[in-house]
């Protein structure tokens, strides 16, 4: 489908309507949520001009096609289902530019992900607040989008594990340079080879070499990357974290078989569970299920842990 083009007015919205264009054919589940938070911001910010109306119109038009060509896609249908996916698909991004950054390997492949990741991170308030892990995550990735992307820019050598102090990553989360507005739009648009196509430059990471590698290493391209996320390296768990920032990891444990995963619950007699207790802990067994999809086994097992500790005590 062809979307009219975005009026300046509408510029907040840009950068979520290239992120659902650029998974038009990759992942329906992220495009349909990038379209849907545009139309939720788009609809707050318009002006009622008739290039907003035509263009917010087309947005509304699309979603309803979707929602009736995906009817058995319980991620277009179910919230939970779908916090679960972009939560798994924004995490990924953000661990695979957390360890290029680890490797110094920058480049524009690691200004995507972090971009992507943290674009994903905004979309995900559409389902209520962010969680402490996630709206950590979101402060970082946008940070660390524009601090590499404007390193690139001036022909520094970015300093890996480089983090911002908690004033500067505050600041970041609605900065223009971190996502927000024209600088944002640069960033995703520089990022994505420029030029006007949304795909990712198979070449961006010739941009930067790392600064005096101890190994070769050949990251996966941007294709790889975002259309087939089990494509990205594991997350490092021995490392230290960047600047103090500690970047969420489903389970911190480096060799879970050797250790004891699973905890005995001992149910609570006479426990009472709340409708909502009741939704969360179906939430919790969806992350566990989206988990999987992932090959995810330590994530899963950590949300069904939540769950059964909920349903049998109570409490969380």
Not at 15 to 21: D, M, R, S
Not at 179 to 184: L, P, S, T, Y
Not at 204 to 213: E, G, L, T, Y
Not at 262 to 272: H, K, N, R, S, T
Request: hydrophobic share 35%.
């Amino acid at each position: 489908m062809e979307f009219p083009p975005c009026p300046p007015s509408l510029k907040s919205i840009q950068h979520f309507l290239k992120l659902a264009q650029e998974h038009d054919n990759r992942d329906v589940i992220i495009a349909y949520w990038a379209r849907l938070y545009a139309l939720q911001v788009g609809l707050k910010a318009s002006t009622q001009s008739p290039e907003e109306t035509k263009l917010l119109l087309a947005i509304m038009d699309w979603l309803e096609q979707m929602k009736k060509q995906h009817a058995d896609n319980e991620a277009l249908t179910n919230d939970v289902a779908a916090q679960a996916h972009i939560e798994n698909y924004a995490l990924k991004l953000f661990l695979y530019a957390d360890k290029q950054d680890r490797e110094e390997n920058f480049g524009k492949n690691m200004v995507k992900a972090f971009y992507s990741s943290g674009v994903l991170y905004d979309i995900l308030q559409t389902f209520g607040e962010l969680s402490e892990e996630a709206t950590q995550n979101r402060k970082y990735a946008k940070w660390k989008a524009a601090y590499i992307h404007n390193c690139l820019k001036t022909g520094e050598t970015p300093k890996p594990f480089a983090a911002p102090d908690d004033t500067e990553q505050e600041e970041s989360a609605g900065n223009p340079a971190s996502g927000e507005g024209d600088e944002g739009n640069n960033i995703g648009h520089e990022a994505s080879g420029g030029g006007g196509d949304p795909a990712i430059s198979d070449n961006a990471n010739d941009a930067v070499q790392p600064s005096s590698p101890t190994t070769q290493i050949t990251p996966p391209t941007a294709e790889e990357v975002l259309n087939n996320p089990n494509k990205l390296p594991s997350p490092p768990v021995e490392e230290e974290k960047p600047g103090g920032f500690e970047p969420y990891v489903p389970t911190a444990q480096p060799h879970p078989a050797a250790a004891t995963i699973y905890q005995p619950i001992e149910p609570v007699a006479g426990v009472q569970i709340t409708p909502d207790q009741m939704i969360t802990a179906q939430k919790y067994c969806k992350y566990a299920g989206s988990a999987l999809n992932y090959d995810d086994v330590k994530t899963a097992i950590v949300n069904l842990q939540k769950a059964l500790k909920l349903l049998s005590t109570g409490s969380e």
